[in-house]
Protein backbone atom coordinates (compact mmCIF):
# COMPACT_ATOMS: atom_id res chain seq x y z
CA UNK A 1 0.00 0.00 0.00
CA UNK A 2 0.83 3.33 -0.79
CA UNK A 3 -0.52 5.93 1.93
CA UNK A 4 -2.67 8.43 0.89
CA UNK A 5 -3.67 11.05 4.08
CA UNK A 6 -7.31 12.16 4.52
CA UNK A 7 -7.31 15.57 3.05
CA UNK A 8 -6.50 14.41 0.12
CA UNK A 9 -8.56 11.48 -0.73
CA UNK A 10 -11.77 13.82 0.28
CA UNK A 11 -10.24 16.29 -2.32
CA UNK A 12 -10.36 13.19 -4.82
CA UNK A 13 -13.76 12.52 -3.64
CA UNK A 14 -14.79 16.47 -4.05
CA UNK A 15 -12.96 16.42 -7.58
CA UNK A 16 -14.44 13.58 -8.88
CA UNK A 17 -18.03 14.61 -8.14
CA UNK A 18 -16.89 17.98 -10.14
CA UNK A 19 -17.72 20.18 -6.84
CA UNK A 20 -13.25 21.15 -6.68
CA UNK A 21 -11.18 21.90 -9.65
CA UNK A 22 -8.31 19.92 -10.50
CA UNK A 23 -4.64 20.48 -10.37
CA UNK A 24 -3.73 19.25 -13.25
CA UNK A 25 -6.25 18.72 -15.66
CA UNK A 26 -4.91 16.29 -19.06
CA UNK A 27 -7.20 17.04 -21.86
CA UNK A 28 -7.41 15.65 -25.33
CA UNK A 29 -6.45 12.27 -24.61
CA UNK A 30 -7.37 8.26 -25.68
CA UNK A 31 -6.97 6.78 -22.15
CA UNK A 32 -6.53 2.80 -22.12
CA UNK A 33 -8.09 1.35 -19.33
CA UNK A 34 -6.57 -1.76 -17.53
CA UNK A 35 -9.34 -3.55 -16.41
CA UNK A 36 -11.04 -3.84 -19.63
CA UNK A 37 -8.44 -3.32 -22.54
CA UNK A 38 -10.66 -0.49 -23.89
CA UNK A 39 -9.21 2.73 -25.46
CA UNK A 40 -11.56 5.45 -24.64
CA UNK A 41 -11.35 9.06 -25.32
CA UNK A 42 -11.14 10.54 -22.06
CA UNK A 43 -9.53 13.47 -19.63
CA UNK A 44 -7.66 12.97 -16.94
CA UNK A 45 -8.19 15.25 -13.49
CA UNK A 46 -4.98 14.72 -10.87
CA UNK A 47 -5.17 16.11 -8.09
CA UNK A 48 -2.43 16.28 -5.60
CA UNK A 49 -0.14 12.97 -6.42
CA UNK A 50 -3.71 11.12 -7.24
CA UNK A 51 -5.69 10.56 -9.94
CA UNK A 52 -9.67 11.95 -9.06
CA UNK A 53 -11.41 11.59 -12.51
CA UNK A 54 -10.02 9.89 -16.02
CA UNK A 55 -13.64 9.47 -18.07
CA UNK A 56 -14.93 7.86 -19.83
CA UNK A 57 -15.55 11.71 -22.04
CA UNK A 58 -14.24 15.38 -21.29
CA UNK A 59 -13.74 16.71 -17.69
CA UNK A 60 -16.86 19.36 -17.72
CA UNK A 61 -16.01 20.20 -13.88
CA UNK A 62 -14.54 23.59 -12.81
CA UNK A 63 -11.05 24.71 -13.98
CA UNK A 64 -8.89 26.57 -12.06
CA UNK A 65 -7.24 29.30 -13.94
CA UNK A 66 -3.71 28.75 -12.31
CA UNK A 67 -3.85 25.74 -12.71
CA UNK A 68 -1.41 23.84 -15.37
CA UNK A 69 -3.21 21.91 -18.08
CA UNK A 70 -1.55 19.49 -20.32
CA UNK A 71 -2.96 19.13 -24.00
CA UNK A 72 -2.58 15.15 -25.17
CA UNK A 73 -3.50 15.80 -28.68
CA UNK A 74 -5.37 12.66 -29.38
CA UNK A 75 -2.17 10.65 -27.69
CA UNK A 76 -2.18 7.48 -25.81
CA UNK A 77 -2.15 7.73 -21.97
CA UNK A 78 -1.60 4.44 -20.45
CA UNK A 79 -0.23 3.66 -16.18
CA UNK A 80 3.57 3.93 -15.74
CA UNK A 81 5.38 0.74 -16.06
CA UNK A 82 6.26 -1.62 -13.22
CA UNK A 83 9.54 -3.00 -12.94
CA UNK A 84 9.27 -5.31 -9.93
CA UNK A 85 12.55 -7.30 -9.68
CA UNK A 86 15.89 -5.16 -10.46
CA UNK A 87 19.88 -4.89 -9.36
CA UNK A 88 20.89 -0.73 -9.21
CA UNK A 89 24.25 -2.30 -9.94
CA UNK A 90 26.97 -1.98 -11.35
CA UNK A 91 28.07 1.94 -12.48
CA UNK A 92 24.64 3.58 -11.73
CA UNK A 93 23.24 4.29 -8.43
CA UNK A 94 19.78 3.77 -7.35
CA UNK A 95 18.37 7.37 -7.96
CA UNK A 96 20.22 7.52 -11.38
CA UNK A 97 19.22 4.54 -12.45
CA UNK A 98 15.36 5.35 -11.35
CA UNK A 99 15.93 8.87 -13.03
CA UNK A 100 16.56 7.08 -16.56
CA UNK A 101 13.85 4.60 -16.00
CA UNK A 102 11.31 7.06 -15.68
CA UNK A 103 12.52 9.01 -18.83
CA UNK A 104 11.33 5.35 -20.37
CA UNK A 105 8.45 5.37 -18.88
CA UNK A 106 8.97 3.09 -15.49
CA UNK A 107 7.81 5.01 -12.49
CA UNK A 108 7.86 2.47 -9.71
CA UNK A 109 11.04 -0.05 -9.65
CA UNK A 110 11.89 -2.78 -6.74
CA UNK A 111 15.25 -2.79 -5.72
CA UNK A 112 17.86 -6.01 -4.19
CA UNK A 113 19.72 -4.32 -1.21
CA UNK A 114 21.92 -7.45 -0.74
CA UNK A 115 25.36 -5.75 -2.12
CA UNK A 116 24.69 -2.79 0.12
CA UNK A 117 23.79 -5.11 2.90
CA UNK A 118 26.82 -6.52 2.68
CA UNK A 119 29.05 -3.33 2.55
CA UNK A 120 27.06 -1.36 5.12
CA UNK A 121 25.28 -3.85 7.40
CA UNK A 122 21.70 -3.90 8.48
CA UNK A 123 21.32 -0.46 10.35
CA UNK A 124 23.19 1.44 8.20
CA UNK A 125 21.76 0.10 4.96
CA UNK A 126 17.72 0.93 6.75
CA UNK A 127 19.32 4.69 6.83
CA UNK A 128 20.13 4.61 3.26
CA UNK A 129 17.31 2.89 1.91
CA UNK A 130 14.74 5.27 3.23
CA UNK A 131 16.81 8.25 2.16
CA UNK A 132 16.96 6.75 -1.11
CA UNK A 133 13.22 5.79 -1.85
CA UNK A 134 12.57 9.13 0.19
CA UNK A 135 14.68 11.36 -2.64
CA UNK A 136 14.21 9.44 -5.85
CA UNK A 137 12.05 10.96 -8.44
CA UNK A 138 9.89 7.46 -9.41
CA UNK A 139 8.33 5.07 -6.47
CA UNK A 140 11.45 2.94 -4.93
CA UNK A 141 10.86 0.04 -3.02
CA UNK A 142 13.32 -3.10 -1.69
CA UNK A 143 13.45 -6.29 -0.99
CA UNK A 144 15.72 -7.49 1.94
CA UNK A 145 17.74 -10.78 1.11
CA UNK A 146 17.59 -13.60 3.58
CA UNK A 147 20.79 -14.93 2.99
CA UNK A 148 24.24 -14.27 0.82
CA UNK A 149 25.06 -15.39 -2.79
CA UNK A 150 28.74 -16.23 -1.80
CA UNK A 151 28.19 -18.47 2.18
CA UNK A 152 30.25 -16.63 4.67
CA UNK A 153 30.95 -17.57 8.46
CA UNK A 154 28.40 -15.29 10.45
CA UNK A 155 26.19 -15.62 7.25
CA UNK A 156 23.29 -17.03 9.35
CA UNK A 157 23.97 -14.14 12.39
CA UNK A 158 23.97 -11.50 9.94
CA UNK A 159 20.69 -12.62 8.04
CA UNK A 160 18.82 -13.52 10.83
CA UNK A 161 15.38 -13.64 11.26
CA UNK A 162 15.34 -11.08 13.36
CA UNK A 163 17.47 -8.53 11.07
CA UNK A 164 15.23 -9.27 8.17
CA UNK A 165 11.94 -9.21 9.98
CA UNK A 166 13.12 -5.67 11.21
CA UNK A 167 13.41 -4.68 7.84
CA UNK A 168 10.64 -6.04 6.23
CA UNK A 169 9.03 -3.85 8.89
CA UNK A 170 9.58 -0.62 7.19
CA UNK A 171 7.23 0.76 4.74
CA UNK A 172 9.86 1.13 1.62
CA UNK A 173 11.04 -3.27 1.76
CA UNK A 174 8.07 -4.90 0.08
CA UNK A 175 9.25 -8.76 0.09
CA UNK A 176 12.02 -11.04 1.14
CA UNK A 177 14.74 -11.11 -1.63
CA UNK A 178 15.24 -14.06 -4.58
CA UNK A 179 17.37 -16.46 -2.53
CA UNK A 180 19.53 -18.02 -4.99
CA UNK A 181 20.81 -20.94 -3.16
CA UNK A 182 17.48 -22.05 -3.36
CA UNK A 183 18.46 -25.91 -2.52
CA UNK A 184 18.75 -24.44 1.29
CA UNK A 185 15.31 -24.70 1.63
CA UNK A 186 15.00 -28.57 0.52
CA UNK A 187 18.04 -28.97 3.28
CA UNK A 188 16.53 -29.95 6.94
CA UNK A 189 19.51 -28.26 8.78
CA UNK A 190 18.95 -25.02 6.72
CA UNK A 191 15.05 -24.98 5.89
CA UNK A 192 13.78 -23.87 9.45
CA UNK A 193 15.71 -20.08 9.22
CA UNK A 194 14.57 -19.98 5.90
CA UNK A 195 10.74 -21.02 6.13
CA UNK A 196 10.26 -18.78 9.69
CA UNK A 197 11.54 -15.62 7.52
CA UNK A 198 9.05 -16.41 4.58
CA UNK A 199 6.61 -16.80 7.28
CA UNK A 200 8.00 -13.49 9.25
CA UNK A 201 7.46 -11.81 5.58
CA UNK A 202 3.87 -12.74 5.62
CA UNK A 203 2.66 -11.71 9.32
CA UNK A 204 4.04 -8.14 8.27
CA UNK A 205 1.72 -8.59 4.80
CA UNK A 206 5.17 -8.68 2.76
CA UNK A 207 5.88 -11.62 0.62
CA UNK A 208 8.79 -13.73 -0.32
CA UNK A 209 10.88 -13.42 -3.94
CA UNK A 210 11.64 -16.81 -5.51
CA UNK A 211 14.53 -18.46 -7.67
CA UNK A 212 14.23 -21.70 -8.45
CA UNK A 213 16.69 -21.67 -11.37
CA UNK A 214 17.22 -25.07 -12.63
CA UNK A 215 14.59 -26.69 -9.91
CA UNK A 216 13.21 -29.62 -11.95
CA UNK A 217 9.32 -30.21 -11.45
CA UNK A 218 9.89 -32.93 -8.83
CA UNK A 219 11.39 -30.21 -6.99
CA UNK A 220 9.09 -27.12 -7.73
CA UNK A 221 6.03 -28.44 -5.31
CA UNK A 222 8.73 -28.39 -2.47
CA UNK A 223 9.48 -24.91 -3.39
CA UNK A 224 6.16 -23.50 -3.40
CA UNK A 225 5.33 -24.93 0.08
CA UNK A 226 7.77 -23.00 1.06
CA UNK A 227 5.65 -19.94 0.31
CA UNK A 228 8.07 -18.60 -1.46
CA UNK A 229 5.80 -16.12 -4.25
CA UNK A 230 7.55 -15.83 -7.77
CA UNK A 231 10.26 -17.27 -10.22
CA UNK A 232 11.49 -14.86 -13.03
CA UNK A 233 14.77 -17.76 -13.44
CA UNK A 234 12.42 -19.68 -16.31
CA UNK A 235 14.28 -19.46 -19.61
CA UNK A 236 11.74 -21.32 -21.85
CA UNK A 237 7.76 -20.97 -22.00
CA UNK A 238 7.76 -25.20 -20.89
CA UNK A 239 9.98 -23.95 -17.84
CA UNK A 240 7.63 -20.96 -17.00
CA UNK A 241 4.20 -22.89 -17.43
CA UNK A 242 5.97 -25.26 -15.02
CA UNK A 243 5.96 -22.31 -12.39
CA UNK A 244 2.61 -21.54 -13.09
CA UNK A 245 1.03 -24.55 -12.28
CA UNK A 246 2.39 -24.69 -9.21
CA UNK A 247 1.08 -21.26 -7.91
CA UNK A 248 4.15 -19.22 -8.48
CA UNK A 249 4.01 -15.45 -10.06
CA UNK A 250 6.08 -15.91 -13.21
CA UNK A 251 8.24 -13.13 -14.37
CA UNK A 252 9.34 -12.91 -17.97
CA UNK A 253 12.37 -11.95 -17.90
CA UNK A 254 14.44 -9.64 -20.74
CA UNK A 255 17.80 -8.76 -19.49
CA UNK A 256 21.03 -7.90 -20.79
CA UNK A 257 22.57 -10.85 -19.52
CA UNK A 258 19.39 -13.42 -20.35
CA UNK A 259 17.24 -11.89 -23.65
CA UNK A 260 14.39 -14.73 -22.92
CA UNK A 261 11.46 -13.29 -24.17
CA UNK A 262 10.92 -14.39 -27.73
CA UNK A 263 11.63 -18.41 -25.94
CA UNK A 264 9.16 -17.18 -22.98
CA UNK A 265 6.25 -15.62 -24.60
CA UNK A 266 4.68 -19.27 -26.05
CA UNK A 267 3.71 -19.48 -22.19
CA UNK A 268 0.76 -16.22 -23.10
CA UNK A 269 -0.83 -19.21 -25.63
CA UNK A 270 -0.34 -22.11 -22.62
CA UNK A 271 -2.66 -20.73 -20.15
CA UNK A 272 -6.01 -19.83 -19.94
CA UNK A 273 -4.91 -16.53 -17.56
CA UNK A 274 -2.49 -14.15 -17.36
CA UNK A 275 -3.42 -12.52 -13.94
CA UNK A 276 -0.18 -14.10 -12.78
CA UNK A 277 2.89 -12.90 -15.53
CA UNK A 278 4.42 -9.99 -15.09
CA UNK A 279 7.66 -8.62 -17.22
CA UNK A 280 11.16 -8.06 -15.51
CA UNK A 281 14.76 -6.76 -16.77
CA UNK A 282 16.03 -8.35 -14.25
CA UNK A 283 19.63 -6.81 -14.20
CA UNK A 284 20.01 -4.34 -16.78
CA UNK A 285 23.34 -2.96 -17.57
CA UNK A 286 23.51 1.07 -16.91
CA UNK A 287 24.80 0.98 -20.98
CA UNK A 288 22.22 -1.24 -21.81
CA UNK A 289 19.53 1.03 -20.32
CA UNK A 290 20.47 4.03 -22.07
CA UNK A 291 20.68 2.46 -25.42
CA UNK A 292 17.10 0.61 -25.71
CA UNK A 293 15.51 1.57 -22.52
CA UNK A 294 13.99 -0.68 -19.99
CA UNK A 295 10.26 -2.04 -19.84
CA UNK A 296 9.40 0.01 -22.77
CA UNK A 297 11.78 -2.57 -24.64
CA UNK A 298 10.46 -5.43 -23.30
CA UNK A 299 6.96 -3.82 -24.24
CA UNK A 300 8.36 -3.41 -27.67
CA UNK A 301 9.63 -6.68 -28.30
CA UNK A 302 6.46 -8.20 -27.17
CA UNK A 303 3.91 -6.31 -29.46
CA UNK A 304 6.62 -7.17 -32.14
CA UNK A 305 6.43 -10.76 -31.71
CA UNK A 306 2.62 -10.44 -32.08
CA UNK A 307 1.70 -10.24 -28.22
CA UNK A 308 -1.70 -8.42 -28.57
CA UNK A 309 -1.17 -4.83 -26.97
CA UNK A 310 -3.62 -5.33 -24.38
CA UNK A 311 -1.45 -7.97 -22.78
CA UNK A 312 1.80 -6.84 -23.08
CA UNK A 313 0.68 -3.68 -21.39
CA UNK A 314 -1.26 -5.26 -18.66
CA UNK A 315 1.99 -7.19 -17.91
CA UNK A 316 4.10 -4.15 -17.43
CA UNK A 317 1.59 -2.50 -15.63
CA UNK A 318 -1.74 -3.85 -13.71
CA UNK A 319 -0.08 -7.53 -13.07
CA UNK A 320 2.93 -5.83 -12.07
CA UNK A 321 1.73 -3.88 -9.52
CA UNK A 322 -0.72 -6.47 -8.45
CA UNK A 323 2.11 -8.96 -8.09
CA UNK A 324 3.47 -6.33 -5.06
CA UNK A 325 0.62 -5.83 -3.75
CA UNK A 326 0.00 -2.31 -4.99
CA UNK A 327 -2.79 -2.66 -7.91
CA UNK A 328 -5.01 -0.42 -5.31
CA UNK A 329 -2.44 2.27 -5.82
CA UNK A 330 -0.17 1.76 -8.83
CA UNK A 331 -1.04 0.29 -12.14
CA UNK A 332 -3.94 1.64 -13.67
CA UNK A 333 -5.03 4.99 -14.69
CA UNK A 334 -8.34 5.44 -12.51
CA UNK A 335 -9.77 7.10 -9.74
CA UNK A 336 -7.45 7.06 -6.52
CA UNK A 337 -4.67 5.60 -8.18
CA UNK A 338 -1.21 7.18 -8.00
CA UNK A 339 -1.01 10.06 -11.22
CA UNK A 340 1.48 7.58 -13.21
CA UNK A 341 0.67 8.13 -16.60
CA UNK A 342 2.79 7.79 -19.73
CA UNK A 343 1.55 9.62 -22.78
CA UNK A 344 1.78 7.64 -26.05
CA UNK A 345 1.84 8.46 -29.65
CA UNK A 346 0.17 4.92 -29.34
CA UNK A 347 0.31 1.63 -28.29
CA UNK A 348 2.50 0.28 -31.30
CA UNK A 349 4.84 3.33 -29.56
CA UNK A 350 5.79 2.42 -26.37
CA UNK A 351 8.38 4.81 -25.13
CA UNK A 352 6.62 7.56 -23.85
CA UNK A 353 6.71 11.17 -25.14
CA UNK A 354 5.60 12.34 -21.94
CA UNK A 355 5.74 11.25 -18.46
CA UNK A 356 4.04 11.94 -15.58
CA UNK A 357 5.19 10.45 -11.93
CA UNK A 358 3.10 11.36 -8.63
CA UNK A 359 0.77 14.39 -10.33
CA UNK A 360 3.84 15.91 -11.89
CA UNK A 361 5.30 16.00 -15.39
CA UNK A 362 8.93 14.69 -15.11
CA UNK A 363 10.28 14.09 -18.82
CA UNK A 364 9.81 14.68 -22.17
CA UNK A 365 10.86 12.78 -25.15
CA UNK A 366 13.51 10.85 -22.83
CA UNK A 367 15.10 13.84 -21.23
CA UNK A 368 14.23 14.76 -17.39
CA UNK A 369 11.91 17.68 -17.24
CA UNK A 370 12.68 18.19 -13.62
CA UNK A 371 15.92 18.31 -11.07
CA UNK A 372 17.60 14.96 -11.16
CA UNK A 373 17.52 13.87 -7.21
CA UNK A 374 21.17 12.22 -8.15
CA UNK A 375 22.77 14.98 -8.66
CA UNK A 376 21.82 16.85 -5.23
CA UNK A 377 21.63 14.09 -3.11
CA UNK A 378 24.33 13.45 -0.05
CA UNK A 379 26.18 10.82 -1.74
CA UNK A 380 29.33 10.80 0.82
CA UNK A 381 27.16 11.14 4.25
CA UNK A 382 24.80 8.21 2.56
CA UNK A 383 27.45 5.84 2.28
CA UNK A 384 29.77 6.57 4.71
CA UNK A 385 31.61 3.39 6.10
CA UNK A 386 30.82 1.22 2.91
CA UNK A 387 34.60 1.63 1.27
CA UNK A 388 35.79 -1.66 0.96
CA UNK A 389 39.46 -2.40 2.28
CA UNK A 390 41.22 -3.59 -0.40
CA UNK A 391 44.52 -5.29 0.61
CA UNK A 392 47.90 -4.36 -0.22
CA UNK A 393 49.02 -7.93 -1.95
CA UNK A 394 52.29 -8.26 -4.05
CA UNK A 395 53.17 -10.82 -6.51
CA UNK A 396 53.57 -13.82 -4.84
CA UNK A 397 50.29 -13.58 -2.76
CA UNK A 398 48.91 -14.86 -6.13
CA UNK A 399 50.99 -17.71 -6.60
CA UNK A 400 48.62 -21.30 -6.40
CA UNK A 401 50.24 -23.13 -3.39
CA UNK A 402 52.67 -26.02 -3.53
CA UNK A 403 50.41 -28.55 -2.64
CA UNK A 404 47.56 -27.35 -5.08
CA UNK A 405 46.24 -29.80 -7.48
CA UNK A 406 48.37 -30.29 -10.29
CA UNK A 407 46.86 -30.54 -13.20
CA UNK A 408 44.94 -27.87 -11.92
CA UNK A 409 40.93 -27.81 -12.15
CA UNK A 410 40.11 -24.93 -14.31
CA UNK A 411 37.07 -23.13 -14.72
CA UNK A 412 36.77 -22.67 -18.47
CA UNK A 413 33.91 -19.99 -19.10
CA UNK A 414 30.97 -21.34 -21.22
CA UNK A 415 29.50 -18.07 -21.15
CA UNK A 416 29.54 -14.84 -19.29
CA UNK A 417 28.68 -17.03 -15.70
CA UNK A 418 28.80 -20.64 -16.39
CA UNK A 419 32.01 -22.52 -15.84
CA UNK A 420 33.29 -26.44 -17.12
CA UNK A 421 35.42 -27.52 -15.53
CA UNK A 422 39.15 -28.23 -17.16
CA UNK A 423 42.64 -29.89 -16.09
CA UNK A 424 45.61 -27.25 -16.66
CA UNK A 425 48.72 -28.25 -16.07
CA UNK A 426 51.09 -26.30 -13.34
CA UNK A 427 55.02 -25.33 -13.32
CA UNK A 428 56.94 -24.37 -10.88
CA UNK A 429 57.38 -20.02 -10.53
CA UNK A 430 58.62 -18.01 -7.44
CA UNK A 431 57.16 -19.80 -4.38
CA UNK A 432 54.56 -21.17 -6.13
CA UNK A 433 52.88 -22.87 -9.08
CA UNK A 434 51.88 -21.43 -11.96
CA UNK A 435 50.19 -22.33 -15.43
CA UNK A 436 51.63 -23.77 -17.61
CA UNK A 437 51.42 -21.45 -21.12
CA UNK A 438 48.98 -23.04 -23.59
CA UNK A 439 47.58 -22.02 -26.71
CA UNK A 440 44.43 -20.48 -24.48
CA UNK A 441 45.69 -18.10 -21.67
CA UNK A 442 44.79 -19.26 -18.50
CA UNK A 443 43.69 -16.38 -15.59
CA UNK A 444 45.10 -17.45 -12.05
CA UNK A 445 41.95 -15.77 -9.54
CA UNK A 446 42.39 -14.63 -6.07
CA UNK A 447 39.45 -13.48 -4.13
CA UNK A 448 39.21 -11.92 -0.79
CA UNK A 449 36.56 -10.38 1.66
CA UNK A 450 35.97 -6.55 1.98
CA UNK A 451 38.39 -6.32 4.84
CA UNK A 452 41.17 -8.32 2.98
CA UNK A 453 41.42 -11.18 5.76
CA UNK A 454 41.29 -14.26 3.52
CA UNK A 455 43.04 -14.99 0.27
CA UNK A 456 40.54 -17.89 -2.16
CA UNK A 457 42.73 -19.09 -5.18
CA UNK A 458 41.95 -20.70 -8.39
CA UNK A 459 41.82 -20.46 -12.21
CA UNK A 460 39.70 -19.65 -15.71
CA UNK A 461 40.14 -19.44 -19.36
CA UNK A 462 38.64 -18.16 -21.78
CA UNK A 463 37.96 -15.36 -20.40
CA UNK A 464 39.73 -12.70 -22.83
CA UNK A 465 42.63 -13.46 -25.03
CA UNK A 466 44.88 -10.22 -24.74
CA UNK A 467 43.73 -9.65 -20.99
CA UNK A 468 46.93 -9.47 -18.74
CA UNK A 469 45.16 -8.76 -15.45
CA UNK A 470 41.69 -7.11 -14.17
CA UNK A 471 40.89 -6.39 -10.21
CA UNK A 472 36.72 -5.83 -9.42
CA UNK A 473 35.77 -5.37 -5.83
CA UNK A 474 32.09 -5.55 -7.91
CA UNK A 475 31.98 -9.21 -6.97
CA UNK A 476 28.44 -10.81 -5.23
CA UNK A 477 30.40 -11.51 -1.88
CA UNK A 478 31.14 -8.08 -1.60
CA UNK A 479 34.99 -8.40 -1.50
CA UNK A 480 37.74 -8.12 -4.03
CA UNK A 481 38.47 -10.24 -7.08
CA UNK A 482 41.75 -9.96 -9.09
CA UNK A 483 42.28 -12.12 -12.67
CA UNK A 484 45.53 -12.36 -14.46
CA UNK A 485 47.73 -13.95 -16.46
CA UNK A 486 50.86 -13.30 -14.12
CA UNK A 487 51.28 -12.62 -10.56
CA UNK A 488 52.95 -8.74 -12.09
CA UNK A 489 50.12 -7.84 -13.62
CA UNK A 490 47.30 -8.96 -11.03
CA UNK A 491 49.41 -6.85 -8.33
CA UNK A 492 49.69 -4.09 -10.80
CA UNK A 493 45.62 -4.01 -11.21
CA UNK A 494 45.25 -4.60 -7.57
CA UNK A 495 47.55 -1.19 -6.61
CA UNK A 496 45.34 0.56 -8.92
CA UNK A 497 42.48 -0.29 -7.31
CA UNK A 498 43.39 0.44 -3.95
CA UNK A 499 44.19 3.71 -5.39
CA UNK A 500 41.46 4.13 -7.24
CA UNK A 501 39.27 3.35 -3.80
CA UNK A 502 36.98 0.42 -5.46
CA UNK A 503 35.71 -0.11 -8.97
CA UNK A 504 37.00 -1.72 -11.86
CA UNK A 505 41.02 -1.89 -13.44
CA UNK A 506 41.68 -3.41 -16.62
CA UNK A 507 44.90 -4.04 -17.67
CA UNK A 508 45.30 -4.68 -21.50
CA UNK A 509 48.33 -6.80 -22.82
CA UNK A 510 49.26 -4.14 -25.15
CA UNK A 511 48.19 -0.61 -23.88
CA UNK A 512 47.86 1.04 -20.82
CA UNK A 513 45.52 0.23 -17.76
CA UNK A 514 42.23 1.89 -17.57
CA UNK A 515 40.48 2.89 -14.14
CA UNK A 516 36.89 2.55 -13.55
CA UNK A 517 36.27 4.15 -9.80
CA UNK A 518 32.83 3.41 -7.91
CA UNK A 519 33.42 5.31 -5.24
CA UNK A 520 30.22 4.38 -3.64
CA UNK A 521 30.30 0.72 -1.99
CA UNK A 522 32.83 -0.16 -4.71
CA UNK A 523 29.99 -0.86 -6.88
CA UNK A 524 28.59 2.53 -8.14
CA UNK A 525 29.06 6.25 -9.41
CA UNK A 526 27.57 8.83 -7.48
CA UNK A 527 25.46 11.72 -9.40
CA UNK A 528 23.47 11.37 -12.86
CA UNK A 529 22.83 8.45 -15.25
CA UNK A 530 24.61 9.35 -17.96
CA UNK A 531 28.17 9.58 -17.11
CA UNK A 532 27.75 6.39 -15.52
CA UNK A 533 25.92 4.87 -18.63
CA UNK A 534 29.36 5.97 -20.54
CA UNK A 535 31.36 4.68 -18.17
CA UNK A 536 29.68 1.12 -18.39
CA UNK A 537 29.89 1.38 -21.98
CA UNK A 538 33.93 2.11 -21.32
CA UNK A 539 34.15 -0.89 -19.43
CA UNK A 540 32.71 -3.26 -21.83
CA UNK A 541 34.33 -1.63 -24.56
CA UNK A 542 37.84 -2.11 -22.71
CA UNK A 543 36.60 -5.62 -21.78
CA UNK A 544 35.67 -6.52 -25.40
CA UNK A 545 38.87 -5.29 -26.92
CA UNK A 546 41.02 -7.67 -24.95
CA UNK A 547 39.15 -10.53 -26.35
CA UNK A 548 36.20 -10.69 -24.01
CA UNK A 549 33.36 -12.70 -26.48
CA UNK A 550 30.63 -13.67 -23.73
CA UNK A 551 28.06 -11.29 -22.60
CA UNK A 552 28.23 -9.18 -20.41
CA UNK A 553 31.76 -9.02 -18.05
CA UNK A 554 29.77 -7.33 -15.58
CA UNK A 555 28.08 -10.97 -14.65
CA UNK A 556 31.37 -12.66 -14.76
CA UNK A 557 32.82 -10.50 -12.15
CA UNK A 558 30.01 -10.53 -10.31
CA UNK A 559 29.27 -14.74 -10.09
CA UNK A 560 32.91 -15.79 -10.00
CA UNK A 561 32.61 -15.82 -6.24
CA UNK A 562 28.63 -17.20 -5.93
CA UNK A 563 27.76 -20.23 -4.60
CA UNK A 564 24.76 -21.50 -6.97
CA UNK A 565 26.49 -21.98 -10.47
CA UNK A 566 28.43 -24.46 -12.28
CA UNK A 567 30.67 -25.98 -12.30
CA UNK A 568 33.77 -23.76 -10.29
CA UNK A 569 33.76 -20.47 -7.90
CA UNK A 570 35.76 -19.15 -5.57
CA UNK A 571 34.18 -18.85 -1.91
CA UNK A 572 35.12 -17.76 1.51
CA UNK A 573 36.15 -21.83 2.11
CA UNK A 574 38.24 -22.08 -1.43
CA UNK A 575 38.21 -22.92 -5.06
CA UNK A 576 35.11 -25.15 -5.16
CA UNK A 577 33.05 -27.91 -7.48
CA UNK A 578 29.74 -26.52 -6.45
CA UNK A 579 27.90 -29.55 -7.36
CA UNK A 580 29.56 -31.71 -4.87
CA UNK A 581 31.05 -28.98 -2.57
CA UNK A 582 34.35 -30.69 -2.76
CA UNK A 583 36.76 -27.70 -1.63
CA UNK A 584 39.30 -28.57 -4.62
CA UNK A 585 42.09 -26.04 -3.10
CA UNK A 586 41.40 -24.20 0.42
CA UNK A 587 41.38 -20.70 1.25
CA UNK A 588 44.33 -19.19 3.16
CA UNK A 589 43.90 -17.04 6.45
CA UNK A 590 45.72 -13.08 5.59
CA UNK A 591 47.38 -10.80 8.42
Known amino acids: MIPCDLELRLRLLRVAQGLEAP ?40 VAKEAPRLEAGGKTLVPGYVEPHTHPWPFAN ?24 LALGSERLARLTAALSEAALPHVFWVARMASQSRFEGEDEF ?21 TRWTDFLDPARAPRLVEVVEQARRLGKFADGHTAGASRKRLPALAATGLRSCHEATDAAEALDRLRQGFWVLLRHSSLRPDLTALLPILGGTG ?23 DHVIALALAAGVPANHAYRMATLNAAAFLGLDQDLGAIAPGRVADINVLENLDAPTPRTVICRGRLVARDGVLAVPAPSESFAWGRAYAGSEPAIPSWGPEAFLLPFHAPNPFPTGRLANAVITREAAVALEPRGGGLWPVPGPEPVHCLALTDRNGSWISRGAVSNLAVTLDGLASTYTTNGGTLVLGTSPDAMALALARLRQIGGGMVVVPKNSEPRDFPLPLAGIQMPGGFGPAARAAR ?54
Open 273 to 295: FLDRVAFTTDGARANHVAEVGLT
Open 538 to 591: EFQDAVAACGYAHADPNFTLLFLSCDFLPDLRATQVGWVRIKTGEILLRSESRP
Open 159 to 179: FSPEVVSALLARPEFKATGEM
Open 94 to 117: PLSLGEAAVCHGTTCLVYDELLLH
Open 23 to 62: DLLITGGRVWNAFTGEVLEADVAVCGERIAWAGPGRWSGP
